[in-house]
């Protein structure tokens, strides 16, 4: 019996993998010189001693997998004709580097918040099952929108509360994890924030979403629909800027999350030429970002909860973490800027009991970053050099 038990345990030690890095971020506290034991999908254990060999990372610092709750990885650009590059299964075949690019960055969970032809559904699946590399996916099929000025008629259009009902069930019923509504105008070059669905709509979006236990992010560029958001009771309000003090005390009482998204119009700052914006395009891009700043100092300051979106499209993969470094001149200190990528955002998306953390039973998502991130957030941002997702490492650059 002894011997079978022995024999049992070293077949599991056979399985389990140790790595030892100079410094272990684990979400709460800081552990030097410690071993994370890999077991299949999930950690182990983090100490100080392990049994049997253990991969000499101690030139790292570990911190967990992070998480950007905004992206649009199905956005891929044809740089001849400046629009999406494909549609449905092309655009899944075409995402892989965007999912690749995701990963290089230490993202390892994603919130995919708006996708043509369930395009975001297929890839989690895909991922899932172990048939494309890329970061896990909570999805959010098409985003709800209204009937506007050349848009509307497609899938995810909804006009009025019973179609706003019904939208919302379609995605669920097509394997949406999360639900994406659009409030506001604004996107791209366009920065005109003005409010699209009306608070009913918004309310009855959020009832649909959490009466099947899903949760609903909410689009708005200004702060009318963003007031509305906040009444309605949506989980995260994403861009929004100018809300006003009121608005973020609601907020703040109602522990809804603000993903501010600063960064991504500095990618449109940045590749304006490229993407061809006409020549006045970027000074109401930098006027909006200005905003964007203030409004996530004030609400920073009133204690509303904040997670890490990107909202990354097209070429700006591989820049999903640069929203940290906002963060830091929005007043946090590195260790809340990571919070936001990790913990945070695990609570976000209802999984905090397996992501953000580097402990025993959660997900063996771990990014080895050179430097320490709580003495500069620059390490998480552009120092990361290996990275497992589910016990499989997926980017290796230590050699
Ligand atoms: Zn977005």
């Given amino acids: 019996m002894i011997r ?29 010189n410690a071993v994370i034991v890999v077991e299949k999908d999930r950690i182990k254990s983090v100490g100080a001693t392990a049994v049997g060999s253990v991969i000499d990372m101690t030139r790292y610092t570990a911190i967990p997998g992070m998480i950007d709750v905004h992206t649009h990885l199905t956005y891929v650009l044809d740089t001849n004709r400046l629009t999406q590059a494909g549609r449905g299964a092309a655009a899944v075949y075409l995402s892989q580097s965007n999912a690749k690019k995701t990963l290089e960055t230490g993202v390892t969970t994603v919130r995919n918040l708006g996708a043509s032809d369930y395009a975001d559904i297929a890839m989690r699946d895909l991922i899932a099952a172990g048939m494309m590399t890329g970061p896990r996916v909570f999805a959010s099929g098409y985003g709800l929108q209204i009937t506007r000025g050349g848009r509307g008629g497609g899938p995810g259009t909804a ?29 791209g070059q366009d920065v005109t924030g003005d409010q699209t669905f ?52 609601e907020m703040a009482r109602k522990k809804i999350f603000y993903v501010p998204t600063i960064d991504h119009n500095r990618y449109y700052v940045d590749n304006a030429q490229m993407l061809k914006y006409p020549a006045g395009a970027t000074g109401p891009l930098n006027d909006f970002i200005m905003r964007n700043l203030e409004t996530a100092k004030k609400a920073f300051r009133a204690g509303v909860r904040f997670a890490m979106g990107s909202d990354a499209v097209y070429t700006m993969f591989g820049e999903n973490t640069r929203e940290l470094a906002w963060f830091v ?30 402990k025993p039973g959660y997900f063996a998502d771990i990014a080895a970053v050179e430097g320490n991130p709580l003495e500069n957030i620059d390490a998480a941002i552009n120092g990361v050099r290996w990275v497992m997702k589910g016990g499989a490492v997926v980017v290796d650059k230590t050699k």
């Fill in 329 to 358: 001149k929005a007043g946090m200190t590195p260790e809340q800027a990571l919070k936001t990528a990790t913990t945070d955002a695990a609570e976000l998306l209802g999984a905090e009991d397996r992501l953000g953390r580097l």
């Fill in 159 to 187: 006009d009025g509360v019973a179609e706003v009902t019904k939208v919302v069930r379609q995605q669920v019923g097509a394997g949406a994890d999360v639900i994406k509504m659009y409030g506001s105008t604004g996107s």
């Fill in 4 to 32: 079978l038990l022995l024999l049992v345990a070293f077949a599991a030690a056979l399985h389990a993998q140790a790595y030892r890095f100079g410094l272990v971020l684990d979400g709460e506290k800081v552990i030097q």
């Fill in 198 to 249: 009306t608070y009913e709509e918004m309310k009855a979006a959020v009832d649909a979403s959490h009466a099947l236990g899903k949760r609903i992010a909410i689009h708005t560029y200004g702060p009318r629909g963003a007031r509305d958001a906040i009444r309605a009771g949506a989980d995260s309000v994403e861009h929004a800027t100018d809300m006003d003090d009121e608005t973020i005390a």
